[in-house]
């Protein structure tokens, strides 16, 4: 079975330097890898090749096949790491708390330690008012960017 840390490592090798960052790394024990990576601005398909190029070349089939498969985490998918937080800072989240609470509302202020969300709590007529929730990340049980249509 392929090393996934050898994986990762050839993964870091190949960012360091970008503003590009590993997502999630999955190795089956059937030798299929999965790399999910993004961007700050979002990942190209041409970036997507590029990273799966250079790790075909890192890895000698001859020694051991492999299926690779590298990709965008997808725009529905739950967060797995900070920098997707940072990367959807001021769109609109879906978020479920450590006790199973459902937030929506506005992605802000994301530091290293958590992040506010804004959200409108809804009062009786067109009595709406905004609300901002802080959030450290061992308090997030799941997050991901709402899809709005402008």
Known sequence: MIDKNK????????????DMFLVS???STA????VLADTMKGITIDECAELHRFLEKQ????????????SS???????????QYYRNEGNMIELT???????????????????ELETVIKGRGKNSRAEEISFNY?????AKAVLTIN
């Open 31 to 34: 030798n299929r890898i999965t």
């Open 73 to 83: 985490p997808g725009l529905n998918a739950p967060f797995r790491v900070i920098q």
């Open 97 to 115: 708390d450590m006790n199973g609470e459902k937030f929506t509302g506005k992605l802000r202020n994301v530091t290293e330690g958590g992040f």
């Open 25 to 27: 790394l999955k190795v």
């Open 138 to 142: 061992d308090q997030v049980k799941a």
């Open 7 to 18: 994986i990762e490592k050839i993964v870091n090798e190949h960012i360091a330097g970008t």
């Open 59 to 70: 890895l000698d089939r001859n020694t051991e096949d492999f299926e690779l498969q590298v």
